[in-house]
C-alpha cells in the first residue's frame, strides 16, 4: 500500500488549502484516514481523521471549525480542506492509513496507523 499526499503550498495568514491523500494497492473501505503534522522541532501530532465506513471524524481542537477532512468515494481519496490559516498551522503535512475502523480515543495514536505517506509542506507565512 502506497499514500500520496499532495496540495502543499506556501500560503498567506488567513488563507485556504487543500491536502489530498490517495492510496494505491488497496481501497480506504473499512480504514481510518488520518492527518498528522510535524513542524521543524517538534514532535508529530494528529490533525484530523476519518472513520470511512460511517464517515465518523474527530479533529486536533486547535484547528475544529477551520479545518474539514472528507471522503471521495468516486476518487478513493480523503482531503483535508484548511481555511483561516495561521502561522502555527506550518508543518509537513502526512496521511496515514489504519487498514480498520478505529475507536475515536484511538484517533490521534500513531502507533495505530499502519501505512504513510511521504508527506506534503505547508507554509503559512506574509
Known amino acids: 500500500v502506497q499514500l500520496q499526499a499532495s496540495g502543499g503550498g506556501l500560503v498567506r495568514p488567513g488563507g485556504s488549502l487543500r491536502l489530498s491523500c490517495t492510496a494505491s494497492?488497496?481501497?480506504?473501505?473499512?480504514?481510518?484516514v488520518a492527518w498528522f503534522r510535524q513542524a521543524p522541532g517538534k514532535e508529530r501530532e494528529f490533525v484530523a481523521g476519518?472513520?470511512?465506513?460511517?464517515?465518523?471524524?474527530y479533529y486536533k481542537d486547535s484547528v475544529k471549525g477551520r479545518f474539514t477532512i472528507s471522503r471521495d468515494y468516486a476518487k478513493n481519496t480523503v482531503n483535508l480542506e484548511m481555511n483561516s490559516l495561521k502561522p502555527e498551522d506550518t508543518a509537513v503535512y502526512s496521511c496515514?492509513?489504519?487498514?480498520?475502523?478505529?475507536?475515536?480515543?484511538?484517533?490521534?495514536?500513531?502507533?495505530?496507523?499502519?501505512?504513510w505517506g511521504q508527506g506534503t509542506l505547508v507554509t503559512v507565512s506574509s
Open positions: 496515514a492509513l489504519a487498514p480498520r475502523g478505529l475507536i475515536q480515543s484511538s484517533f490521534r495514536s500513531p502507533h495505530e496507523y499502519d501505512y
Open positions: 494497492g488497496r481501497t480506504f473501505r473499512s480504514s481510518t
Open positions: 476519518i472513520r470511512w465506513a460511517d464517515n465518523n471524524k
